[in-house]
């Protein structure tokens, strides 16, 4: 959700600020004597709680006059509730809660949701929920915008970290878990986003074509789950449009969420989505609170039929009804303080248990603490915590990895080096070291009225360096127009020189004849986060040898912020003193980062500036080389073989330092398994848009791929990734045996089979292990998956132990989706059943007979 586009950082913290304040009256109850129950309603059925949630929202429909049922649809502010209060309806305060709440202070910052489905364990994601829903409940707020169950289509995405990876059924799982906790508070969870979100550029306007087969078999399961596992009593639409009708307007995927998938709450919208606002009610839509613009006058003139008015808002009243919403009032004062040492005790756990071990040669880790750690990189208050956009939460004053490493090993064995500033924005370059081709100080510039430098310039001049911001950097350019800047560069050091640029548009830096970076961004900067999104790259130079340079920039894919660029740079590599320090120590941490968010998809699976080459360079006179990955995801690792070990942190607010720490040390388990595939090369996974990026691109994506994404796509295509789906290595060893499958048989009341699966901790130290149960093709001549995650189970063991674990597979996963019957059809026959630690890692094979 966007709901402060077109702000900027000050206007959005001024809007944050007043948002807390309106919310500070909400808490205060509607006295039933403030005024009388209409006109023959003596009694106010609506509020016996001990009726159903049905019963009371019928009783309340009918009290309400029509206009009241048009103020609940539309209300967007708290003063919009006012003529309801008579009624005890409350007002709906909404806030961003994918990993705790935004835009708050004094609240915890939990690990990224991908983190969160790296653990695999649904209890602690109902921890997780409840912990962020009572915190929710306590600064005034009523309605949860979250979970996010999007499917990691392609790990591109800049919102790749807000929801829990490639498989329909984790996303599921952990979505419902989520979802039950949140709504233990008395609070509504809106699940987002329905769907086909999948990425940021153009999201706005994207057209997403898709079967309909993919849509029932992948994209939709996650939320028929936290409708009827978590209890889900709101769900979100999406920004893009799905088969050429936007997603919010389009009857075929409401009429499935709300039939099918089984939603007897009510839809609402993204921030302000491009659909019409009329046309979206009349679609299905059930609350306008996050579309401002939707005309009241549509509601009596006959653009909006009764009949819809009247389902929407008792839509909305089951809900206020269900959560407890309309029962339990909010206090009356927001505390300032909401996080507690119970909640930054659970951040820290979730992080461990989210912590995966990709790499451990010759058991590197744990580490040892008698012996000199060297930390490298941004491992202090640098380390980026949390997704930039409408899951950024504050984590407030926390403990760095560095801190958290030198209380476990001492601080006299702890060295330390910056050896990259991660993905972060640069100084600007100054004018002093440009050199214009006539020899003047600075950059020599031309302009073209077209995005092609086509023609002849409409514009020459020598300007000091490349800095603009909403606009041009010269007067008279038309809307779409292109630049080029041209000279020498001269730098003061020698070694690896790194070039970045904070970016509304499309840009192409040339240096010494190589391609520093050609890239485009929508924006640069969004909302919350303290970071900026960057492109860079980086190249050797020589201390006082002038090369030449060229920039060229065009409006292509500006975005609301209107044409902008800053050229920037760091002279001075850091590596050289990180190597010095790495040589000095029995290990080398290598810590790295990436910064992904809101209206930003990566064009890269690289890690950013100068990260890569620190890592080699380390690892080249370090051979106990570990990399720790604060990443938002899958990245490329052309070190791998030359590094012993690598942690996958992902983004682990509060607990950034504590749980990695624990995690190195080894008074906590890796216990994280990838909820994603990790590619090994750019091109492998489903198609990459190649479209425009802003909000008007009006670009088009087909997701030929079907139903095969994450592990299936490569299965598919017979690729071998990097480090595949499931994967996660320990600090002990398992064993599994004695599988036991049961069979289906259909005309059975119980529809499940049951998976049995010993398994035994062979090694010395207490330890979990995430057992995988995957399905093979189904017994029929349509194409299915060679292997499908049907059930999960983490266990934990000591050393010697062994347990039994239970897996139940319901019919809907022995099913496919008929097209052209247009239901689901289970088809009798053999079905494989494997067991194993990832999608390429089977320990145990049997049969499953549906009859």
């Known amino acids: 959700m966007n709901r402060f586009r077109g702000m900027t950082r000050r206007q959005v913290t001024t809007a944050a600020v007043l948002g807390t304040a309106g919310a500070m009256a909400i808490g205060i109850p509607a006295s039933a004597a403030t005024r009388s129950a209409r006109k023959g309603s003596s009694v106010q059925l609506w509020r016996d709680t001990a009726k159903s949630p049905d019963r009371r929202a019928d009783a309340l429909l009918a009290a309400m006059t029509h206009d009241e049922k048009v103020t609940l649809i539309t209300a967007v502010e708290v003063a919009d509730n006012k003529p309801l209060e008579y009624l005890g309806i409350p007002a709906m305060t909404r806030v961003d809660a994918s990993d705790g709440l935004r835009g708050d202070k004094g609240v915890t910052a939990f690990p990224a949701p991908n983190a969160l489905a790296a653990t695999f364990d649904t209890e602690l994601a109902e921890e997780y929920g409840r912990a962020i829903g009572a915190e929710a409940r306590a600064k005034g707020w009523n309605v949860l915008l979250g979970p996010t169950v999007d499917i990691d289509r392609n790990p591109r995405n800049g919102r790749e970290s807000e929801s829990y990876g490639e498989d329909p ?398 050229l920037c740079w760091q002279p001075d590599s850091l590596i050289p003193e990180a190597v010095e320090t790495a040589k000095k120590a029995d290990v080398a941490v290598v810590f790295v980062n990436n910064f992904t968010g809101e209206a930003m998809d990566r064009d890269t699976l690289s890690l950013p500036g100068d990260q890569n080459q620190l890592i080699e360079a380390v690892a080249a006179v370090n051979p106990n080389t570990v990399v720790v990955l604060n990443t938002s995801g899958p990245m490329l690792m052309p070190w791998i073989r030359d590094v012993k070990g690598v942690l996958q942190a992902w983004y682990q607010g509060a607990a950034t330092g504590t749980s990695i720490a624990g995690v190195l040390y080894g008074d906590a388990e890796p216990g994280g398994r990838l909820p994603v595939t990790f590619p090994s090369t750019e091109e492998q996974g489903p198609s990459t848009y190649t479209g425009g990026k802003n909000d008007g691109a009006n670009g088009t994506i087909s997701y030929d791929e079907g139903i095969y994404v994450g592990y299936k796509w490569y299965d598919k295509n017979c690729k071998k990734p990097l480090f595949p789906f499931g994967h996660g290595l320990s600090y002990t060893s398992f064993a599994y045996d004695r599988l036991r499958v049961g069979n289906l048989s259909l005309g059975d009341a119980r529809d499940t089979a049951s998976i049995r699966v010993e398994v035994r901790n062979t090694g010395r130290r207490t330890g979990s292990d995430v057992v995988q149960v995957y399905l093979g093709h189904l017994p029929t001549r349509t194409d299915t998956p060679e292997k499908q995650l049907a059930g999960f189970a983490r266990v934990s063991l000591k050393p010697g132990e062994r347990e039994t674990v239970t897996i139940e597979v319901d019919r809907r996963k022995l099913s496919y989706w008929d097209e052209r019957k247009g239901r689901w059809v289970t088809p009798i026959g053999k079905v494989p059943v494997y067991v194993g630690r990832s999608a390429a890692d089977i320990k145990l094979a049997g049969t499953i007979t549906v009859k």
């Open 169 to 566: 059924l984790v996303n599921g799982l952990i979505g419902a878990a989520v979802t039950k906790g949140f709504q233990k508070n008395h609070v509504i969870a809106q699940v987002k986003h329905f769907t086909v979100y999948n990425q940021e550029d153009g999201r706005n306007s994207l057209d997403v074509k898709v079967s309909e087969r993919a849509l029932r078999e992948l994209y939709y399961p996650a939320y028929e789950h936290t409708i009827r596992d978590g209890g889900a009593l709101s769900i979100m639409g999406s920004y893009p449009k799905v088969n050429g009708v936007y997603a919010c307007q389009n009857e075929h995927i409401i009429t499935a969420l709300k039939q099918d998938l089984g939603l007897k709450g009510y839809l609402g919208t993204d921030f302000q989505p491009s659909a019409d606002p009329v046309e979206i009610i009349k679609a299905g839509v059930d609350s306008g609170a996050l579309e401002p613009d939707v005309p009241k006058a549509a509601f009596s003139d006959g653009r909006i039929p009764e009949e819809r008015t009247n389902d929407a808002a008792r839509r909305i009243l089951y809900a206020l009804f269900a959560s407890g919403a309309f029962d339990h009032p909010l206090p009356a004062t927001p505390a300032d303080v909401v996080t507690t040492p119970e909640h930054q005790a659970l951040a820290r756990v979730t992080g461990e248990q989210a912590t995966v071990l990709l790499k451990n040669a010759g058991g590197v880790l744990p580490l040892s603490k008698k012996k000199t750690v060297a930390v490298i990189g941004p491992a202090g208050k640098d380390a980026i915590t949390g997704v930039e956009g409408s899951s950024y939460v504050d984590p407030g004053d926390f403990t760095t990895a560095v801190d958290a490493i030198r209380v476990k090993a001492g601080v006299g064995r702890v060295l330390v080096a910056q050896g990259s500033y991660g993905d972060v924005a640069l100084p600007l370059v100054p004018t002093d070291v440009f050199t214009t081709p006539d020899g003047k100080r600075g950059l020599h510039a031309e302009f073209f009225d077209n995005e092609a430098f086509a023609g002849a310039p409409v514009a020459v001049t020598t300007t000091p360096n490349v800095d603009f911001r909403r606009g041009g950097p010269v007067g008279g350019l038309p809307a779409k127009w292109s630049g080029r800047w041209t000279g020498t560069i001269t730098p003061p050091t020698t070694g690896w020189v790194r070039f970045s640029t904070l970016l509304s548009g499309a840009a192409k830096v040339v240096v010494d004849g190589e391609t520093v970076f050609d890239e485009s961004r929508f924006v640069w900067d969004f909302f919350f986060a303290p970071q900026e999104y960057t492109v860079g790259g980086v190249t050797r130079l020589t201390a006082g040898e002038p090369v030449e340079i060229t920039v060229e920039y065009s409006t292509k894919d500006v975005g609301f912020n209107g044409p902008s660029m800053k």
